[in-house]
C-alpha cells in the first residue's frame, strides 16, 4: 500500500489517479500510524512551506514519515513534499524563525530570483512545461527511460538549494535541482509528474518499480 499523505496541502486525487494508473495501490491517508504502516509514501503538495510543516508536526505525520525514510520505505516528494525533504524553508518564516521540514536533504528553501544574473526579468511563480537536465554521470531508477531535455509541468516559487542529492536540475532565472535522491530510496521532484503526460507517468512507473523491489 502507497500512503499519499494528506496534511491538506496537496492535489491528493490526482496523486492518487496517476498512481492507480500505472498499478500502485495509492491510499489518501492523514493518519500518522497507517503512515508508518505503508509499504511506500507519497507526499504531495501544493501551498506553503510554514503550514504545511506546522500541520505535519501537530498530526504526528512528520515523525512518521521521516523515520519511514529512515528506515528505508520508499518515498517520493512532489513540488512542496519536495522541498519538505530539507532541513529548513523561509516560506513564512515567523518569530522563531524559519519553518523546519524532514530535514533528510541539507540546506534551506528559498524564493525563485525574479531576476537573472544578467538581469533579463522573470515571471514568479514559474507555471508551466520546462525541460530537465539530468547530471553527467547519473544513473537513478526514478530518472530510467527519461532522456536529459525531457518536458515537465512545473508551478512553484520556492526553490530546493544546491545540494549532494541532486539528480536533475531546470533553468528558469537560476538553475535549480528539480529532482534529488537520498540514500536511492527517497526521492522528491520538483515537478508534477501526474501532471506530465507521458513523461510523468514514466517516472511514476519507476518509482512503483523501486516500491516493488524493496517490498
Given amino acids: ?118 538581469g533579463v526579468q522573470y515571471k514568479v511563480p514559474h507555471v508551466g512545461w520546462n525541460t530537465i537536465d539530468i547530471l553527467p554521470g547519473t544513473e537513478s531508477p526514478l530518472l530510467e527511460g527519461i532522456p536529459s531535455g525531457e518536458y515537465f509541468y512545473f508551478t512553484h516559487s520556492f526553490i530546493a538549494p544546491e ?9 528558469h532565472s537560476v538553475s535549480f535541482p528539480c529532482a534529488v535522491s537520498w540514500n536511492e530510496t527517497a526521492f522528491g521532484v520538483q515537478f508534477h509528474p501526474e501532471k506530465s503526460s507521458d513523461a510523468g507517468m514514466t517516472l511514476l512507473e519507476n518509482y512503483l518499480r523501486v516500491v516493488k523491489a524493496a517490498g
Fill in 1 to 118: 500500500m502507497i500512503a499519499v499523505v494528506d496534511y491538506c496541502k496537496g492535489n491528493l486525487k490526482s496523486v492518487q489517479r496517476g498512481l492507480k494508473y500505472v498499478g500502485g495501490d495509492a491510499v489518501i491517508t492523514d493518519d500518522p500510524d497507517q503512515i508508518a504502516r505503508a509499504q511506500a509514501i507519497v507526499l504531495p503538495g501544493v501551498g506553503a512551506f510554514a503550514d504545511a510543516s506546522r500541520s505535519m508536526v501537530r498530526s504526528g505525520q512528520m515523525d512518521a514519515v521521516r523515520e519511514a525514510i529512515r528506515r528505508g520505505v520508499p518515498f517520493l516528494g512532489i513540488c512542496l513534499g519536495l522541498h519538505l525533504m530539507f532541513e529548513e524553508g523561509t516560506e513564512d518564516a515567523g518569530e522563531d524563525g524559519n519553518p523546519r521540514g524532514l530535514g533528510i536533504v541539507p540546506g534551506v528553501v528559498d524564493r525563485m530570483p525574479r531576476v537573472d544574473s544578467e
Fill in 163 to 171: 545540494n549532494p542529492c541532486t539528480l536533475a536540475t531546470t533553468t
